[in-house]
C-alpha cells in the first residue's frame, strides 16, 4: 500500500506531479486527477498504482497524438508510426489508436477521399504515382482503389492531351521529332499515367509539321557540326557528326541524306 503524500502543480501545462511515500512517483494530467479522485493522504493499493502508472502513459501518448494531428490529418498507419518513433509502446499505441478512431480523430476513408482530391487538383500525377503516394500514407490497396475511381479516364485523357499541345508549342529546335516524342511519353509515364493510353492520346496528333522542322532542324544542327568540326579528316568529320546526330534521334537515313550533301 503507498500513500499519496503531495500533489505539486507541474511546470508542464495543466499537469501535477504526483508523490507517494514522500518520492516522486509521475506526473498526471488535471483529468486523470480529477477522474481518479487523487487526493493528499489517499492509500493506494499496488494494483490502483500499477494501473495508475498504465493511465498516466495511455494519456501521456493520446496527447502526443492529438499534437500531431493538430499539425495535420494522419492515416492509421502514419499515427501509428509517429508514435513508435516517439518510443511509445505498441500496446499503448494500439490503445490510443483504438481511442482516436473511436472519436473520429482517425479516419482512413475520409482522408483518403480528401487526400485524392487534393493530389488531382494540385498536381500533374497520373493514376500510378497517386497510387505510390497513396500507399506512402499506408492506407489499403481496397481503399487506393476505390479513391482512384474518382480519377476517370477522360480526365487523364484531357490532361495528357493538354500537356502535349503545351510541350508541342515549346518544342525545341535541336531535337528531332522521333526525340520528342519518345521524351513526352517518357515523362507522362513518369508523372504516372499508363502508357497505352498516352500512345492513344499522342496517336490523335498529325506530326507531320513537326516532321518538316525535324528535317529543317537536321539542317540548321548539321550545319553547326560542320563548321565545329571543320579542321578533322573527312572520314573523322562524319563519324563526329552522325554520333551527335544519332544521340539527339534524328533518322539515319535523313542523316545520309544530309551528309551526302557534302560528299561525307
Known amino acids: 500500500m503507498s500513500v499519496i503524500t503531495k500533489i505539486v502543480k507541474s511546470k508542464k501545462g495543466n499537469d501535477y506531479d504526483l508523490y507517494l511515500d514522500d518520492h516522486f512517483f509521475l506526473t498526471v494530467s488535471d483529468n486523470l486527477l480529477v477522474e481518479l ?126 500537356d502535349i499541345i503545351k510541350t508541342l508549342n515549346r518544342k525545341m529546335s535541336r531535337i528531332s521529332a522521333n526525340k520528342f516524342i519518345e521524351k513526352e511519353k517518357l515523362k507522362l509515364v513518369r508523372w504516372g499515367y499508363d502508357l497505352d493510353l498516352i500512345n492513344h492520346i499522342a496517336s490523335e496528333f498529325d506530326l507531320s509539321q513537326l516532321k518538316e522542322e525535324e528535317n529543317d532542324s537536321l539542317v540548321k544542327e548539321g550545319e553547326r557540326l560542320l563548321a565545329r568540326y571543320e579542321k578533322l579528316s573527312p572520314a573523322d568529320k562524319k563519324q563526329k557528326i552522325k554520333q551527335t546526330l544519332y544521340r539527339k534521334g534524328y533518322s539515319g537515313s535523313n542523316i545520309n541524306s544530309f551528309l551526302d550533301r557534302f560528299n561525307l
Open 37 to 162: 479522485q487523487l487526493i493528499k493522504g489517499k492509500d493506494l493499493s499496488e494494483t490502483v498504482v500499477r494501473q495508475l502508472k498504465s493511465q498516466q502513459e495511455v494519456s501521456v501518448a493520446y496527447n502526443i497524438a492529438l499534437n500531431k494531428l493538430s499539425f495535420s490529418m494522419r492515416t492509421v498507419g502514419e499515427m501509428r508510426q509517429a508514435l513508435k518513433k516517439s518510443d511509445i509502446p505498441v500496446n499503448i499505441i494500439n490503445q490510443v489508436v483504438d481511442r482516436l478512431i473511436e472519436q473520429g480523430y482517425l479516419e482512413d476513408q475520409k482522408f483518403a477521399h480528401i487526400y485524392m482530391k487534393e493530389l488531382i487538383k494540385t498536381s500533374h500525377y497520373g493514376p500510378n504515382t497517386i497510387r505510390q503516394k497513396m500507399r506512402q500514407k499506408f492506407l489499403s490497396e481496397d481503399l487506393i482503389e476505390e479513391e482512384l475511381l474518382n480519377f476517370d479516364s477522360g480526365l487523364q485523357e484531357d490532361r495528357i492531351r493538354n
